[in-house]
């Protein structure tokens, strides 16, 4: 498994829905914790592995009873109220701005059986969830910034690669 980063255009592309949930499915899955778990990440999407299947893994606590397997998840209520907190991206190493999030949503979704589970999320859940589901549709935390931000993050990013390169 290979982490995708940006500028990769593969980033971009939209999941397309899962219809079998089959061993296959849950290995992908469990593969997937495994390797968020070593890249120190609360959450990951098929997408950022180059999968185009609608399915995220997400675990904020680290615990096995926090993971939750996202399969064709969509929100079904956002807010009310919105944060503005850090946020980071294994997509986007070295790099986390500010970003604008609904504080609650409802998100529903089936799991590895295939069942639809309905689940009602707030603070740190219901931001990764956001990130999450913004992956599968190509979307990555930047593009949520403005364009001055955008361009000041990863000028940035760009400078601070170059610096790691040739330490002067
Ligand atoms: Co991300």
Request: charged content about 25%; hydrophobic content about 40%.
């Amino acid at each position: 498994m290979k982490i995708l980063t940006y500028p990769n255009p593969k980033l971009k592309r939209k999941a397309e829905a899962v219809k079998a949930f089959n061993k296959e499915l849950a290995k992908i899955a469990k593969e997937m914790f495994q390797f968020m778990y070593k890249l120190n990440g609360v959450g990951l999407a098929a997408t950022q592995i180059g999968l185009p299947y609608c399915l995220a893994v997400v675990n904020p606590t680290r615990q096995p009873a926090g993971e939750i397997v996202l399969i064709n998840p969509r929100f079904t209520k956002t807010g009310p109220g919105t944060v503005n907190e850090d946020e980071g991206c294994l997509s986007v190493p070295g790099l986390s701005a500010r970003v604008k999030r609904f504080a609650n949503v409802t998100c529903e979704y089936q799991n590895l059986k295939g069942e639809k589970v309905v689940l009602e999320a707030r603070e740190l859940l219901a931001r990764i969830l956001q990130h999450e589901i913004d992956h599968l549709n190509g979307i990555l935390f930047i593009d949520r910034l403005s364009e001055d931000e955008r361009k000041l993050l990863l000028n940035r990013g760009s400078q601070k690669a170059k610096d790691e390169i040739s330490p002067s």
